[in-house]
C-alpha cells in the first residue's frame, strides 16, 4: 500500500520533509574594555563577554581561540605609544604614553574572571573546535555571527524574573578636574533613564540631569592635549594631537534617536531614507528641499549610514542635496583618482521641475 507515494515498508527518512526550527537563548554578558588592532589601526571597543565563554572581539570566538587573537596581536591589553586611538562614534588621538594593568597573560587571565564570574562553575562553556565557520557550498559561512550585545537595565536585580529593558550605548568623557578625565559608556534606555557606565560607580540620571552635565561641562567629547583620559579597569593614557572628535550637541540628538528607535518610532535616519525612496520614484524641488531637512537633522556622525550601504555611504543623497560634485568625496572616486582607474559614476535623478 502506498501513502502519499510512499511505501509503508521503506526506513529510510527525508530529513529535509520535517520543518526546520530556530530558537534563542539568553546569555548574560558584560562589557569589559579591550583594543583591537586592525592592520596598525588602533580602536578601544567594549569587547563583549559571554557566561558561556564566547567573546566578541569583532569576530565571536571561545576562550582557546581569544587566546589566539591575543596571541597574534589582533586583540591588545593597550594603546601602543605614539599610535592613534580611535574610538567609534566619538573620536581618535594620538596617545602619548599609556600606563596599562594588564600584558598578555594577565589579560587573558582577566577574561577568563569575568566569564567565571557570570558563570561560577564554568558550565556548558561554548567550545568552537578551533573554527568559526562552516562550508555552505563553496562559501565559508559565520557560525555565530557578531554578538550585538545591548545593556540591560533590571527594574528589580534581585528578581532574576523582574522586568528588563534593553537599551543601546555609546562613549563619552566624564570630568575629573581640568586635566583628567573618565572614558565612559553612556547606555540609553527607552524610559529615557541614561545609566553612565565604565565608572567605579555607576549612575542613572534623566534625559534633563545628562543635559544639564553636558551644559556644566562635566560631560564632553572633546579634550584638550595632554590630558589624561581613565579607563576603569584597563589603565590610563596622556593624549596628544587629535585627529577629530565628536560634537557633543550631535551627542545629544543620537540619544534622541536611540530613545525613538526604542521605543518603536522612527529615528532621523529612518525618515530620511524614506524621503529619499519617495524622491528617488518622484524627483521634484519640494521632495529635494524636504530631502535636504532631513538629512541635516540626522546626528552629523551617522550620517554615513542613512542609506544602510556601506559601498556608496551618503553619496547618493548628497549629490542630490549639494550638487554631482559631492561624488568626489565617495571613497571609491578618491581611489580611482589616484591610482588612475578610470572614475566611477552614480547616476542620481534631478528634480524634474527644476
Not at 565571536?60 to 597574534?72: A, P, R, T, Y
Not at 534581585?158 to 578636574?177: A, M, P, R, T, V
Request: hydrophobic letters at 35%; charged letters at 30%; one cysteine or more.
Amino acid at each position: 500500500m502506498k501513502l502519499f507515494g510512499l511505501n509503508k515498508e521503506e526506513k529510510k527518512l527525508r530529513f529535509d520533509s520535517f520543518p526546520k526550527i530556530e530558537r534563542t537563548r539568553i546569555l548574560q554578558g558584560r562589557f569589559v574594555p579591550g583594543v583591537i588592532n586592525n592592520g596598525g589601526s588602533y580602536f578601544f571597543i567594549n569587547l563583549q563577554v559571554f557566561e558561556d565563554g564566547l567573546i566578541d572581539c569583532w569576530e565571536m570566538v571561545d576562550l582557546e581561540l581569544f587566546k589566539g587573537k591575543l596571541n597574534s596581536g589582533w586583540v591588545l591589553p593597550k594603546i601602543p605609544n605614539g599610535k592613534e586611538l580611535s574610538i567609534h562614534h566619538l573620536g581618535s588621538w594620538t596617545v602619548k604614553s599609556g600606563e596599562w594593568i594588564f600584558d598578555k597573560e594577565s589579560y587573558l587571565t582577566h577574561i577568563k574572571e569575568v566569564v567565571k564570574d557570570l558563570n561560577p562553575e564554568l558550565k556548558n562553556l561554548f567550545n568552537c573546535f578551533g573554527t568559526t565557520t562552516k562550508k555552505v557550498g563553496k562559501m565559508n559561512v559565520s557560525l555565530l555571527g557578531m554578538a550585538d550585545g545591548k545593556p540591560v537595565k533590571t527594574e528589580n536585580p534581585e528578581n532574576y524574573f523582574s522586568e528588563k529593558q534593553k537599551g543601546d550605548s555609546f562613549h563619552s568623557f566624564l570630568k575629573i578636574d581640568d586635566l583628567n578625565y573618565h572614558l565612559m559608556n553612556i547606555n540609553v534606555f527607552a524610559d529615557s533613564q541614561i545609566q553612565i557606565s565604565g565608572i567605579e560607580d555607576p549612575k542613572l540620571v534623566t534625559v534633563d540631569e545628562f543635559n544639564l552635565l553636558v551644559k556644566d561641562g562635566e560631560i564632553s567629547t572633546e579634550l584638550a592635549e595632554d590630558s589624561i583620559v581613565h579607563i576603569y579597569g584597563f589603565g590610563k593614557c596622556i593624549i596628544g594631537t587629535c585627529q577629530y572628535s565628536a560634537n557633543i550637541e550631535q551627542k545629544l540628538s543620537e540619544i534622541k534617536d536611540i530613545i525613538s528607535q526604542l521605543n518603536g518610532d522612527k529615528t532621523t535616519s529612518e525618515i530620511c531614507r524614506e524621503v529619499y525612496e519617495e524622491y528617488i520614484k518622484n524627483p521634484t524641488v519640494k521632495l529635494k528641499d524636504k530631502l535636504k531637512v532631513s538629512y541635516e537633522n540626522i546626528p552629523e556622525h551617522l550620517r554615513t549610514y542613512v542609506l544602510s550601504d556601506m559601498d556608496v555611504k551618503d553619496i547618493p543623497v548628497r549629490m542630490i542635496i549639494y550638487g554631482e560634485k559631492e561624488i568626489e568625496k565617495w571613497s571609491h572616486y578618491l581611489i580611482s583618482k589616484e591610482e588612475g582607474y578610470e572614475l566611477p559614476h552614480l547616476n542620481v535623478p534631478k528634480p524634474k521641475d527644476e
